[in-house]
């Protein structure tokens, strides 16, 4: 069965029996998960773990979704990617303000760019800004979308650790302003623990962990259990 979209008040995301296989080979095993509007949740996985291909089929882009897999998802749901895919013909501006119209829009835009530190940039090409830029440039062009539902696959992976650490700010008082849902995903256990709400580790095809942050509690706890999820034994940490 394709997976459909509808509007819910509660779940910004609503997974049942999510099943994914590429040439016989079952990737994501019967997923059944719910993401309340508003959440921001990281999800943790080996590389080939099926984080991608989730993300992927919440997105709404992957339709060869089987089995019983049912996905809602709100309306306006915006995707970052690991690397910014601007389109390098466009200048930064234009690349925020794809597939928008209006004068509207572009206020918008501008101010989006303004909110990711690049007032001033709205001129420029792709070609002209840093990794770090063209990254934030993709997350404004994400937010002038005002997701309901923003999901990112590892869209600080190829930062360096300065850049990583602002983007980490910027992504949370983001969130906190704007307060889409987020479904991030990572496989840097640090990054999880520190942004999200809740953590998620997939495991063969289903998801194996799932706890919630309490902000009170030391981080090493977290660390600690999701480490272990992922096979990371005390003596290589
Ligand atoms: N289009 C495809 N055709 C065939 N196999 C695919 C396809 N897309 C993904 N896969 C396979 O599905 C598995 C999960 O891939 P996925 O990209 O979701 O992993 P991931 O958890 O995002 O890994 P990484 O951390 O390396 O990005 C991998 O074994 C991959 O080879
Ligand atoms: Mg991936």
Redesign the pocket.
Known sequence: MAPHTEQLTRSAVRLRGLT?S??G?T?LDGIDLDIPAGQFTALL????????????AVAGLDHEVEGSGQLTAPERVSVVF?DSRLLPWRRVLDNVLLGTEGKEAAAKGREALAEVGLKGRERAWPSELSGGEAQRAALARSLVREPELLLA??PFGALDALTRIRMHGLLRELWERHRPSVLL?T?DVDEAVALAERVLV?EEGRIGVDVVIDRERPREEYREVLLGALGVTSDVR
């Open positions: 994914r590429f040439g080979r990737v996985g080996h590389s080939g773990s099926g984080k991608s291909t989730l993300l992927r690991q696959d590892e995903v496989h997939l």
